[in-house]
C-alpha cells in the first residue's frame, strides 16, 4: 500500500465496519461511544502495523469529526455524525501554502453575499481528502479583524468550484491519502457556519491541541511497532558467530 501510495480499498471499509471512524462520538450519532482516551489507545495500537491507517483513522476522529461533535448545531450533527461513523471520510482542511505552522496567516476567504458566502483559496496537505465527502473549511470573512475574521464552514464534496487535487508523493504513510483542495467561489449558504461567526481560529486551537495528541499516540505506536520488529531479528540474526542480540551494544534491548 505505501510503495503505491494507494490505502487498499478493504482496509477503508474496514475502519467503518469496525466503528473506528466514531470513536469517540456518542452512539445516538452513529459513534461507538468511547473516550477520548480509548480513541487514542486505538491509534496507537494501529500505528503499530501501520502508520497510514492509523493516520487515516487519527485524523478523521480527531479534527473534521471532533469539529462537528464539539460545535455542530444539532441538525448539523444528525445530517453529518452518522455518515461520518458509518461510511464517509471528512476532511479538516487548514493550512494553506503560507499558513503552516503560522495557521491564521490563512489567506482563503469568505466573502458574504446575502445569506450565502462565496470561499475562495487553496488548501494544502488535507489529509483524506482524496476520499472525504464533508470537508471542514477555516477561511476568512473579514481579513480587516486578522484572526478574528476566522470562520469555520461545512462544505460537501459536490459543491460547484470544490476541485480536489493529486495525491501529494510523500516519504512516509503514503498510503495515507494527502492532497490540496481548492476552492472557486464555493458558494454556501450560512447554516453551513461550524459554530459562532468569528471562531474559527478558537475552535481551531482547541482541535488541533488534541489532533498533537493522536499525533503522539501515532508515535509511539509507530516506535513500538519499530521495536517488536527489530527484537526477533537481533535473536536471530548471526555475525561474528554470535547472535547481534548478544554484542554489548544491542544487549540493553534484550
Ligand atoms: C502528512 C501530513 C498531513 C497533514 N494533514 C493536514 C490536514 O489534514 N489538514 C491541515 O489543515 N493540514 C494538514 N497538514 C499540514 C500541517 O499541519 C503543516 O504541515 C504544519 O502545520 C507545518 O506547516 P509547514 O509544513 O508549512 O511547516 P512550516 O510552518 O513552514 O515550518 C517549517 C519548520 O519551521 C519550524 N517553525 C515554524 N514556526 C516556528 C517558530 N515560531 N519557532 C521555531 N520554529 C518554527 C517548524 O517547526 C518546522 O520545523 C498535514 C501535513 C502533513 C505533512
Redesign the pocket.
Known sequence: MDKHSKMDPIVKQGVFENGLMGLHVPEEYGGSGSSFFDAMIVIEELAKTDPAVS?MVG?HNT?PVSMILDHGTEEQKLRYLPALCSDTFG?????EAG?????FALKTLAKQDGDYFLLSGS???????GDAQVFVVFANVDPSQRYKGITCFIVERGADGLTVDKEED?LG?RA?S?CQVHFDNVRVHKSAILGEYGKGYKYAIECLNAGRIAIGAQMIGLAQGCFDQTIPYLQQREQFGQRLIDFQVEQTLD
Open positions: 493516520a485524523i479534527l476532511s479538516f482542511c487548514i493550512s499558513a503552516g505552522s503560522d495557521a488548501k494544502m496537505w488535507i489529509t483524506n481528502s510523500k504513510i495515507s494527502t
